[in-house]
Nanobody, 115 residues
Framework: QVQLVESGGGLVQAGGSLRLSCVVS????????MGWYRQAPGKQRELVAS???????NYADSVKGRFTISRDAAKSTVYLQMNSLKPEDTAVYYC?????????WGQGTQVTVSS
């Protein structure tokens, strides 16, 4: 059973920064595709950023240049560094683990950006 535990959310003013962390246990982290998604009230969950084994990354257009996804295989952890935060970044952020047919989600962490 794969478990994902997110942390690092909180309340920040517009223009500020936060770093989210997602620790993965129970599977081989290094060959999984990891992603950060977010869901704002009344909206569908959307991809924010993803990273495949190695260093290939993908970002939503709305966060390019502001957010950076990275992974530390030794710690089985994926990070999302969020800079220049905007009120429209307010959402619950979820970590996702994908490997073959395996697909797991974390419990989510709230990010609130005040104007």
């Amino acid at each position: 059973q794969v478990q994902l535990v997110e942390s690092g959310g909180g309340l920040v003013q517009a223009g500020g920064s936060l770093r989210l962390s997602c620790v993965v246990s129970g599977s081989i982290f290094s060959i999984a595709t990891m992603g950060w998604y977010r869901q704002a009230p009344g909206k569908q969950r959307e991809l924010v950023a993803s990273i495949v084994s190695g260093s290939t990354t993908n970002y939503a257009d709305s966060v390019k240049g502001r957010f950076t996804i990275s992974r530390d295989a030794a710690k089985s952890t994926v990070y999302l560094q969020m800079n220049s935060l905007k009120p429209e970044d307010t959402a619950v952020y979820y970590c996702r683990f994908q490997r073959g047919l395996m697909n797991y989600w974390g419990q989510g962490t709230q990010v609130t950006v005040s104007s």
